[in-house]
Protein backbone atom coordinates (compact mmCIF):
# COMPACT_ATOMS: atom_id res chain seq x y z
CA UNK A 1 0.00 0.00 0.00
CA UNK A 2 1.13 3.45 -0.72
CA UNK A 3 -0.42 6.67 0.79
CA UNK A 4 -0.05 9.75 -1.44
CA UNK A 5 -0.21 13.79 -0.51
CA UNK A 6 -0.94 16.26 -2.42
CA UNK A 7 0.20 20.30 -2.14
CA UNK A 8 0.86 22.96 -4.23
CA UNK A 9 -2.77 24.09 -5.34
CA UNK A 10 -3.99 27.32 -5.10
CA UNK A 11 -5.03 30.60 -6.86
CA UNK A 12 -3.43 31.63 -9.93
CA UNK A 13 -4.04 34.46 -12.81
CA UNK A 14 -4.17 33.10 -16.61
CA UNK A 15 -0.77 32.94 -18.18
CA UNK A 16 0.56 31.98 -14.32
CA UNK A 17 2.64 29.19 -13.06
CA UNK A 18 2.11 26.58 -10.30
CA UNK A 19 4.19 23.43 -8.94
CA UNK A 20 2.10 20.44 -7.85
CA UNK A 21 3.52 18.16 -5.75
CA UNK A 22 2.57 14.48 -4.23
CA UNK A 23 4.49 13.07 -1.19
CA UNK A 24 4.77 9.02 -1.04
CA UNK A 25 4.54 7.30 1.86
CA UNK A 26 4.44 3.36 2.56
CA UNK A 27 6.14 1.37 -0.43
CA UNK A 28 9.04 1.78 -2.14
CA UNK A 29 8.62 4.75 -4.54
CA UNK A 30 10.25 3.91 -7.54
CA UNK A 31 8.41 0.54 -8.01
CA UNK A 32 5.25 2.67 -8.91
CA UNK A 33 4.18 4.38 -11.92
CA UNK A 34 2.57 7.78 -11.65
CA UNK A 35 0.52 9.84 -12.85
CA UNK A 36 -1.69 13.24 -12.61
CA UNK A 37 -5.80 13.74 -13.11
CA UNK A 38 -7.67 16.20 -12.93
CA UNK A 39 -11.50 16.69 -12.48
CA UNK A 40 -13.41 20.18 -13.30
CA UNK A 41 -16.33 20.97 -11.62
CA UNK A 42 -19.39 19.30 -13.65
CA UNK A 43 -16.68 17.24 -15.48
CA UNK A 44 -15.58 13.62 -15.13
CA UNK A 45 -11.70 12.81 -14.46
CA UNK A 46 -9.15 13.13 -17.06
CA UNK A 47 -5.52 11.79 -17.68
CA UNK A 48 -2.96 14.57 -17.25
CA UNK A 49 0.40 13.37 -17.48
CA UNK A 50 2.16 10.43 -16.18
CA UNK A 51 5.87 8.95 -15.68
CA UNK A 52 8.14 5.99 -15.52
CA UNK A 53 9.37 4.30 -12.70
CA UNK A 54 12.87 5.74 -13.58
CA UNK A 55 11.33 9.30 -14.74
CA UNK A 56 12.87 8.37 -18.30
CA UNK A 57 9.98 8.45 -20.01
CA UNK A 58 6.95 10.71 -19.97
CA UNK A 59 3.55 10.97 -21.77
CA UNK A 60 0.76 14.19 -21.30
CA UNK A 61 -2.25 15.05 -22.43
CA UNK A 62 -2.74 16.97 -25.86
CA UNK A 63 -4.30 19.59 -23.65
CA UNK A 64 -1.23 20.37 -21.75
CA UNK A 65 1.22 19.33 -24.17
CA UNK A 66 4.27 21.52 -23.89
CA UNK A 67 2.60 23.80 -20.85
CA UNK A 68 2.86 21.11 -18.06
CA UNK A 69 5.98 18.93 -17.49
CA UNK A 70 5.69 15.73 -14.73
CA UNK A 71 8.85 14.53 -12.94
CA UNK A 72 9.99 12.75 -10.03
CA UNK A 73 12.75 12.35 -7.51
CA UNK A 74 12.92 9.13 -6.40
CA UNK A 75 15.40 10.13 -3.15
CA UNK A 76 12.56 11.91 -2.45
CA UNK A 77 9.58 9.63 -3.18
CA UNK A 78 7.78 12.77 -4.88
CA UNK A 79 6.63 13.27 -8.24
CA UNK A 80 5.77 16.96 -9.35
CA UNK A 81 3.48 18.56 -11.73
CA UNK A 82 5.15 21.99 -13.26
CA UNK A 83 2.20 23.84 -14.95
CA UNK A 84 2.81 26.80 -16.85
CA UNK A 85 0.95 29.35 -19.57
CA UNK A 86 -2.07 27.89 -17.02
CA UNK A 87 -5.91 29.05 -18.66
CA UNK A 88 -9.05 29.00 -16.72
CA UNK A 89 -10.07 26.01 -18.22
CA UNK A 90 -7.34 24.37 -16.41
CA UNK A 91 -9.20 24.88 -12.71
CA UNK A 92 -9.70 21.70 -11.22
CA UNK A 93 -8.75 19.64 -8.11
CA UNK A 94 -5.60 17.48 -9.53
CA UNK A 95 -4.92 13.99 -8.35
CA UNK A 96 -2.15 12.22 -7.94
CA UNK A 97 -2.45 8.38 -8.53
CA UNK A 98 0.11 5.29 -8.75
CA UNK A 99 0.21 1.60 -10.21
CA UNK A 100 3.19 -0.83 -10.46
CA UNK A 101 2.50 -1.35 -14.24
CA UNK A 102 3.25 1.34 -16.99
CA UNK A 103 0.09 0.63 -19.63
CA UNK A 104 -0.49 3.48 -20.77
CA UNK A 105 -3.75 2.61 -22.15
CA UNK A 106 -4.74 1.74 -18.83
CA UNK A 107 -3.39 4.54 -17.31
CA UNK A 108 -5.14 7.10 -19.75
CA UNK A 109 -8.48 5.68 -18.24
CA UNK A 110 -7.78 6.85 -14.91
CA UNK A 111 -6.52 2.56 -14.01
CA UNK A 112 -4.65 3.57 -11.23
CA UNK A 113 -3.88 1.63 -8.16
CA UNK A 114 -3.62 4.26 -5.42
CA UNK A 115 -5.18 8.04 -5.09
CA UNK A 116 -4.39 11.02 -3.65
CA UNK A 117 -7.13 13.17 -1.64
CA UNK A 118 -6.46 15.88 -4.29
CA UNK A 119 -5.60 19.53 -4.62
CA UNK A 120 -7.73 22.27 -5.57
CA UNK A 121 -5.90 24.60 -8.79
CA UNK A 122 -7.79 27.70 -9.35
CA UNK A 123 -6.87 29.90 -12.71
CA UNK A 124 -8.95 33.44 -12.74
CA UNK A 125 -9.31 35.01 -16.30
Known amino acids: QVQLVESGGGLVQAGGSLRLSCAAS????????MGWFRQAPGKEREFVAT????????VHADSVKGRFTISRDNAKSTVYLQMNSLKPEDTAVYYC??????????????????WGKGTLVTVSS
Open 26 to 33: GRTFSRYV
Open 51 to 58: ISWSGDTT
Open 97 to 114: AARTTFTIATIRLGGMDY
